[in-house]
């Protein structure tokens, strides 16, 4: 399993990937860690277009960054990929979460960008 990780101020992101077989999982969690939304992204070889789906639980706002992560994974890396995203800090600014947003996505760029260069 590989792990990147992220900070900024308080923020602590961790991504963790595993191949299994062909295709990913990937769990991306900060603070307190969870199962907030759960994405599954499709590349289709006939059409190459990446599609994903996304379930979130009651109450938890991590489903854009799952649905938006398992696209931009599948469609790079040509793969069914699983994408469980926890993220959770108290008395959070709103600050912070454009800081969480932004740091998704870099952390998303850096796991794409090292398959990149190795596959």
């Not at 077989?21 to 860690?33: C, M, P, R, S, V």
């Not at 108290?90 to 090292?114: A, P």
Request: aromatic share 6%.
């Amino acid at each position: 399993m590989n792990c990147i990780k992220i900070e900024s101020g308080r923020i602590e992101l961790v991504l963790e990937t595993k191949k299994i077989g062909e295709d990913y999982i990937l769990t991306l969690t900060g603070g307190k860690k969870h199962a907030g939304a759960v994405a599954v992204g499709f590349f289709d070889e006939k059409t190459k277009l990446a599609s994903s789906s996304v379930l979130t639980l009651p109450g938890h706002r991590e489903d854009q960054i799952a649905l938006k992560g398992a696209r931009i994974i599948s469609k790079t890396t040509r793969k069914t990929t699983v994408f469980v995203v926890g993220i959770h800090f108290e008395d959070i600014s709103s600050e912070e979460i454009e800081e969480i947003v932004q740091g998704s996505e870099k952390i998303i760029k850096m796991f794409l960008e090292n398959y990149e260069q190795n596959y």
